[in-house]
């Protein structure tokens, strides 16, 4: 499989989990466990860049890591920093959430745009994409057009898998779905797309752009 496929099911796959984790868990034991993670990654680079190895069962854990960084690292990078930015990315999200007592609905939502329209734009792109984007040549219309078309129904569904499981309505009630996420996860989803055609680190700006987008449109309509 491709170096690329694989960071982008790598992503796709840990910022859709996330969703599940939030909702069953509070916001700091996803930071203390996102911690731990991004510390163990460093660990197993510095043991793998001295040549050391751990012992027994910790060994193991530790090839089987260091086989999947090294599977995931883009050939240039000289550390594994994606993990760093992708984790700030979503944490950022979710703790301004919590500060501005927003919906983890938007969070949830630019989750998505980040995991599956990233992960939808560069493999699209890459495979079919002809028309450059006339500031950044080295991406697509195709790709950013496969980005939001993948991404939007993913971040709707997520937002409404936060207020149908916060709220969590009677049977005979009905669904407690905001009319207004509708086009206010399209416009997150569209801003967060956009925000990867530029030379900034996307794993940062995909959730960040995708999320003030939508907080700020959300603040303008009285739904927050």
């Known amino acids: 499989m ?3 496929v694989k ?3 790598l992503h796709a796959a840990a910022a859709i989990l996330a969703v599940p984790f939030l909702l069953l868990f509070d916001l700091i034991i996803g930071i203390i466990v996102a911690l731990i993670g991004l510390a163990v990654i460093a660990l197993i680079w510095h043991l793998e860049d001295h040549e050391r190895e751990l012992k027994g069962p910790a060994g193991h854990g530790q090839r089987a890591l260091a086989k999947a960084m090294d599977e995931t690292m883009r050939p240039e990078e000289a550390f594994p920093w994606a ?3 992708f984790v700030g990315g979503l944490l950022t ?3 301004g959430s919590e500060i501005l007592n927003i919906p983890l609905s938007l969070a949830f939502a630019a989750y998505a745009v980040l995991g599956i329209g990233d992960a939808a734009s560069a493999l699209i792109g890459k495979a079919y994409g002809s028309i450059p984007i006339p500031w950044n040549p080295t991406m697509t219309l195709e790709g950013t057009a496969a980005g939001i078309t993948a991404a939007y129904p993913w971040a709707l569904m ?3 898998v936060y207020h149908l499981w916060v709220e969590a309505p009677q049977i005979d009630e009905a669904l407690p779905f905001p009319v207004h996420l509708t086009w206010i996860v399209l416009a997150g989803t569209i801003a967060g797309m956009i925000a990867e055609t530029f030379d900034f680190e996307d794993n940062l700006t995909i959730p960040v752009v995708s999320w003030a987008t ?4 959300a603040w303008a309509v009285g739904f927050v």
Not at 214 to 217: A, D
């Open 7 to 9: 960071r982008k099911i």
């Open 158 to 160: 997520l937002a409404g």
């Open 83 to 85: 993990p760093y930015y």
């Open 2 to 4: 491709d170096r690329e």
């Open 214 to 217: 939508m907080t700020l449109l």
């Open 93 to 95: 999200v979710a703790i």
